[in-house]
């Protein structure tokens, strides 16, 4: 794998590398030394998928908080999504900013989430999965999140919103204290 470190500190874009033949091709996609000698977390609580069936359908953005933070590990597995992260660690030179990068079933790059980030994104395509890794549990008394349109981290979105959860659509306006 070779790990690329976003503008957001912690925050990695990771490609794989691909031993081609006559058959196709192998690659890891997951190696626990690897990931901590990059610093990043390494253990692995669950995995998820998501399917969407429509394009424009948004999840997010959403945050698990400590004592439960999760890292996350994100990859499009089938379709197409523009997926995000927001830095809401209060003591981050990057806090509030954002990163987006499109994730597809064919370039097949998977994004690194550290702790204290917000994630969410919207599907490109109708049919759309995308499987997770996650450090922590799910723990829905620490799960929270920020509004996708809040002004306060003004993400550009790609497309138009077709689908969002009543959930994600009324979260408060971000607030810092």
Request: charged share 30%; with cysteine; hydrophobic share 35%.
């Amino acid at each position: 794998m070779i790990f690329e470190e976003t503008e957001l500190p912690g925050s990695f874009l990771i490609h794989l590398q691909r031993k081609e033949d006559q058959r196709g091709f192998f690659a890891r996609s997951w190696c626990r030394k690897e990931f901590e000698d990059h610093g990043l977390v390494g253990r692995l609580a669950q995995c998820n998928i998501s399917f969407n069936r429509e394009k424009g359908t948004l999840r997010g953005m959403h945050i698990q908080v400590r004592p439960c933070a999760e890292a996350k590990l994100v990859r499009c597995t089938r379709g197409s999504i523009y997926d995000v992260m927001i830095d809401l660690r209060k003591d981050s030179p990057t806090f509030r900013r954002y990163f987006g990068t499109t994730l597809t079933a064919e370039n097949r790059e998977m994004v690194y989430i550290p702790e204290g980030f917000a994630h969410g994104f919207l599907t490109l395509e109708d049919d759309t999965e995308i499987f997770y890794q996650m450090s922590e549990f799910y723990a829905p008394e620490y799960a929270r999140g920020v509004r996708w349109d809040d002004p306060a981290f003004g993400i550009l979105w790609p497309e138009t919103m077709r689908i969002i959860s009543e959930r994600d659509r009324s979260y408060p306006d971000f607030i810092t204290e």
